[in-house]
């Protein structure tokens, strides 16, 4: 991987953050300005995801290991996108009212899974260095085995809040792409398996 890809990749994904302070000063969000953020940072963060997700099979795809480096910054970029969409619905959409947030994350579906989701990738971005790599060992693998459920939750909450709208394109799309890339990452790892053995299954029944 040149050197220079990583440095590149890391401007780009921050692109669409800038563009949103361009657009605030220059008028440019539209009539909803806080529907505009809302939905632009959630977007950003459902892509930043589908990117993470892409990294193990485009690496087994094209047996370049060192794609492995980007999959940490663009998962943290999924965090980072989240964080900023979550940080809107509490300070823009119900200006610090805990009551009023409490509400809607017990009384809309769609914002009780949203939260979910911003829940469990918590410890994957606060595990995603190497010394956390290191000291949580073969455990690290299995508390970031979360992806397989945050990204359906990403897709859930995103369906729902659609569903409101009777607007189901997006999601059945973004839906399509991250059941196509969870399927691309298990696949592998189930074909690499061999079938037991007749003297394994025998074993296994008196164990």
């Given at each position: 991987m040149?050197?220079?890809?990583?440095?590149?990749?890391?401007?780009?994904?921050?692109?669409?953050?800038?563009?949103?302070?361009?657009?605030?000063?220059?008028?440019?969000?539209?009539?909803?300005?806080?529907e505009f953020v809302t939905r632009s940072t959630g977007t950003w963060a459902l892509v930043?995801?589908?990117?993470?997700?892409?990294?193990?099979?485009?690496?087994?795809?094209?047996?370049?290991?060192?794609?492995?480096?980007?999959?940490?910054?663009?998962g943290l970029y999924a965090f980072f996108y989240a964080c900023v969409h979550f940080s809107i619905f509490v300070w823009l959409e119900h200006w610090f009212d805990l009551g009023a947030m409490l509400g809607d994350v017990f009384e809309r579906p769609f914002v009780t899974v949203g939260?979910?989701?911003?829940?469990?990738?918590v410890p994957l971005a606060v595990t995603s260095n190497q010394a956390m790599i290191r000291r949580l060992g073969r455990n690290w693998q299995v508390l970031h085995r979360l992806i397989y459920v945050i990204a359906p939750m990403?897709?859930?909450?995103?369906?729902?809040?659609?569903a409101g709208k009777n607007d189901f394109f997006e999601?059945?799309?973004?839906?399509?792409?991250?059941?196509?890339?969870?399927?691309?990452?298990?696949?592998?790892?189930?074909?690499?398996?061999?079938?037991?053995?007749?003297l394994s299954t025998l074993r296994g029944t008196h164990d």
């Open positions: 040149p050197p220079w890809l990583k440095p590149l990749l890391f401007v780009l994904a921050l692109v669409p953050f800038g563009r949103l302070f361009v657009l605030g000063f220059t008028d440019g969000l539209g009539a909803n300005p806080v930043m995801l589908c990117i993470t997700l892409a990294i193990t099979p485009l690496r087994r795809l094209t047996g370049r290991n060192t794609l492995v480096r980007l999959r940490r910054m663009f939260f979910l989701a911003l829940l469990l990738m990403a897709i859930l909450h995103f369906w729902w809040h659609k999601p059945t799309i973004y839906g399509l792409v991250v059941a196509g890339l969870l399927l691309a990452r298990l696949l592998p790892v189930r074909r690499s398996r061999a079938p037991p053995s007749p």
